[in-house]
């Protein structure tokens, strides 16, 4: 498991946003990334493969927490 908060818009205080990844040993799982704004929260999942976003784009925030996860995992 590795967490990431982090705030992505200027318009709300404090490091309410977060990304989540959730691996095994092989770097294959989900992220999960939660954005926090003003006019409400939005969820993504994206699953994960050899530590890449499978078939999807992951942002810089969620390879972090994928790199965190490995980092606790080892």
């Not at 990431?4 to 770097?27: A, C, E, H, K």
């Not at 493969?49 to 499978?54: A, H, I, N, P, S």
């Amino acid at each position: 498991i590795g967490i990431v908060r982090y705030n992505p818009f200027s318009d709300t205080g404090g490091t309410q946003s977060f990304s989540m990844g959730l691996l095994d040993g092989n770097i294959n799982g989900i992220v999960i990334t939660s954005l926090y704004g003003r006019s409400g929260n939005r969820w993504f999942v994206k699953e994960v493969e050899k530590g890449k976003g499978k078939g999807v784009e992951l942002s810089k925030e969620e390879e972090s927490a994928i790199r965190k996860a490995q980092t606790q995992h080892s």
